[in-house]
DNA sequence: ATAATATTGTTGTAAATGCAACACATAAAA
DNA sequence: TTTTATGTGTTGCATTTACAACAATATTAT
């Protein structure tokens, strides 16, 4: 039929399969331990606390979801308790911070920690030296797709 | 604050940050040229011809999109005339096949056409080593994940 | 000063997705 | 034979997501 390569054997096709199951084994394991948080309320918490006094549209930048996705989530983990909100200002603008409050730090690192048991008792399947150069890969790929992508955040 | 590594660090998050960017090129470059398909029907035409007779839940599981999904992506393929569904047996089982059509031979091929030119527009990012390495490194995780992650497909 | 532009966040809406429930047919077990 | 289990596909629904439009404010240009 075609003797070109096929579009399922490149690259990006591939990224998305693996990211399907990295994705569900995140969700499944989220769900079987009963965390009172998503994965992705989860990934918000750990961005706004490795950045102190990020605003909405920066955390929206560094997780990858548009500005309405990342509010409704801040909307749920303030529901939830797990975060306050203030208006402050950047560059002179106003702006929406966040703070992750006592009951969220208590949730969060209660999650961290049946989290890393539980994923050690996943057996290895990569080396850590493939690992990191999986990682470093990937990051390169995505300093190069930032020039080509345009992602309306 | 947290001394322990942060999920955001993780293989499993950062598969999902790069597959993100991958999948948005995807889509903008199928938008930009105004392909009468989308990626994801693109991808499903492609599997389809790399496997002859296929069914509707060997596919699925190839494309790790559910039953019900798929069966909506074949839909589409349908009414837009690039593919013909009809009945058959498996295993002595009814399922439903598909073929394309000449009309979906044309436009995938006009597709491909098209979408390889715009490719080899875009600056290298990686070298042909560091993709070959990656897609080897990606596909083992994905082997050993299949073990550990129910797809429910 | 007024108008045009840009930044940040929210709301609305359509599309994509996942999952459970169902229908239907076959296989296996009682 | 009747019952139970299994495999395949569809429907319905709730959730997630992307994208456009909007409001509010600040910056820049005319």
Redesign the interface.
């Known amino acids: 039929?075609?003797k070109?390569k096929?579009?399922?054997d490149s690259?990006?096709?591939?990224?998305?399969?693996?990211?399907?199951?990295?994705?569900?084994?995140?969700v499944?394991v989220f769900a079987k331990l009963n965390f009172p948080i998503t994965v992705d309320e989860?990934?918000a918490m750990?961005?706004i606390?490795?950045h102190d006094g990020i605003c909405q549209r920066e955390l929206a930048k560094l997780i990858?979801k548009d500005r309405a996705n990342t509010g409704r989530i801040l909307n749920t983990l303030e529901e939830k308790g797990y975060i306050e909100r203030f208006v402050d200002t950047k560059n002179k603008r106003l702006v929406r911070k966040m703070i992750i409050t006592d009951e969220g730090k208590k949730i969060f690192k209660k999650a961290?920690d049946i989290?890393?048991e539980h994923l050690s008792s996943?057996?290895k399947?990569?080396t850590d030296e493939?690992?990191e150069?999986?990682?470093n890969?990937?990051?390169?790929?995505?300093?190069?797709?930032?020039?080509?992508?345009?992602?309306k955040i």
Chains 1, 2 share one sequence.
Do not use: N
């Not at 690259?11 to 995140?26: D, I, N, V």
């Not at 890969?137 to 992602?151: A, D, P, S």
């Open positions: 039929m075609y070109t096929h579009f399922t690259l990006f096709y591939q990224m998305e399969l693996t990211a399907k199951y990295c994705r569900s084994l995140g499944q989860y990934s750990d961005v606390m490795l990858l961290s989290l890393k996943i057996p399947i990569l493939e690992k150069t999986l990682k890969t990937m990051k390169k790929l995505r300093e190069g797709l930032k020039q080509e992508v345009e992602m």
